[in-house]
């Protein structure tokens, strides 16, 4: 009862910010467990399998078990990328170009919005604590004596609660979405780290190892033609 009367004696604009603070609260209650739990992945594992899938040339196999986590935006993304596999480096690199730009929203989406609440929250106190002034200043002026200093009171505790009113929304909101984008942060780098990893991998997997007979190839002449053998030059080595 308390709470409630403290709101009533705030006024219209005490319920605005009351208003104010349940979307904020909501939103970030959404947030949160999107982007602590239904887009959580054991990141290490998956992409250890994924890799090992794909040096072993099982794309298909690899496309499956992406398909099955493809509510996560990173398994998403991986799909995307190994569609593309069979084509050429650029066709591979455009396709992680185009899975980020479809996955990134969803970590990024309505997250603002909590920021944009709590500043409202604070500018709709600061606009209580102006309504309530120039309800003191108007009992000062024009009240009969009788009924100056209530109306002066009731003026100064509107003031009074809308400002704090506004700084109990504001406050917490602020704090939580410190949270969350630190969170929001945590997963972009980590999507633009294993897709860019993943790109690599498909990119440079059919390029041969460089082997010491590919640095430093067998130059001898074969037997029996009279030619001498061919030496690579060393550093020890002298023009004559």
Not at 113 to 124: D, E, G, I, Q, W
Not at 213 to 234: E, I, L
Request: glycine letters at 6%; one cysteine or more.
């Amino acid at each position: 009862m308390g709470l409630l009367h403290f709101i009533a004696d705030a006024g219209f604009i005490g319920w605005t910010i009351i208003a104010t603070g349940i979307a904020g609260a909501a939103l970030c209650v959404e947030r949160a467990r999107t982007l602590y739990f239904a887009y959580g992945l054991d990141v290490e594992s998956f992409t250890n399998k994924i890799q090992t899938l794909v040096l072993s040339k099982k794309i298909d196999e690899a496309i499956v078990t992406c398909a099955q986590l493809e509510s996560k935006p990173l398994a998403r993304a991986y799909k995307l990328i190994l569609e593309k596999a069979d084509r050429d480096d650029e066709t591979i690199f455009q396709a992680q170009d185009i899975a980020m730009a479809e996955t990134v929203p969803f970590y990024t989406k309505r997250l603002h919005y909590l920021s944009m609440l709590a500043n409202v929250a604070t500018l709709l106190g600061l606009l209580g604590t102006i309504h309530g002034l120039i309800l003191s200043f108007q009992a000062v002026a024009q009240a009969d004596p009788a009924t100056k200093q209530a109306m002066l009171a009731n003026g100064i505790a509107v003031s009074m609660y809308t400002t704090a009113l506004g700084l109990a929304v504001a406050i917490p909101a602020m704090v939580a979405f410190s949270f969350l984008v630190s969170r929001q942060n945590e997963l972009l780098e980590q999507l633009t780290e294993k897709c860019s990893k993943l790109t690599e991998t498909l990119t440079s997997s059919h390029i041969p190892g460089l082997g010491k007979d590919h640095v430093f190839p067998d130059m001898t002449a074969p037997k029996g033609t009279g030619m001498n053998t061919v030496v690579p030059p060393t550093t020890n080595s002298k023009a004559s």
